[in-house]
């Protein structure tokens, strides 16, 4: 078995059921002959660097997972017949791999996901800060020109 990572670019025109059932799909014959997904994450809809079939963008989805080489292909073919997928590129990570780096991949992929998640909230906990420190100030301000007004 080997590691690969494969990004594909879906229509950005598909309903939530159609995203998903292409990702199921793709899952399917990925995990056919003992294959594994490590890690799939659905990145939503962004805008592409340029046209591709005439869509300025695309849903894109990241997986990371070990199969056979076979199963690679056949998902390929899958993508080329089908409509709903603008692009996709496949990259090989690893010759081979065991069960204790399947394992280790896993808890990494969800260590990063954590470390983005309390990243995220600290951001949000230093924008509410500041707006309310900008509403404190306003607040000052209008009380001093306020008073001004008064003499």
């Known amino acids: 078995m080997r590691r690969y990572e494969t990004i594909y670019i879906l229509r950005p025109t598909l309903s939530e059921d159609e995203i998903n059932t292409v990702i199921e799909g793709t899952n ?8 594994q997904i490590i890690s799939l994450d659905k990145w ?6 340029y046209l591709i079939k005439k ?3 695309g849903y894109y989805v ?9 199963n690679v292909a056949e ?10 997928v603008m692009k996709y590129m496949t990259i090989k990570l690893a010759d081979s791999i065991t069960e204790e ?13 954590a ?12 924008e509410d800060e500041k707006s309310e420190k900008s509403e404190k100030s306003e607040k000052k301000d ?4 306020g008073s001004d007004d008064d003499k």
């Not at 990241?62 to 076979?70: I, S």
């Open 115 to 126: 470390a983005a998640a309390a990243a995220e909230q600290e951001v949000e906990v230093a």
């Open 28 to 35: 399917t014959v990925l995990g056919a002959d003992a294959g």
């Open 44 to 49: 939503g809809l962004r805008k592409l660097a």
């Open 101 to 113: 780096e399947i394992e280790a991949a896993r808890g990494e992929h969800e260590a990063a996901k």
């Open 142 to 145: 209008s009380e001093e020109t």
């Open 62 to 70: 990241l997986c990371d997972y070990v199969t056979d080489p076979k």
């Open 55 to 57: 869509e300025a963008q």
């Open 75 to 84: 998902m390929e073919r899958k993508f080329r017949i089908d409509d709903a």
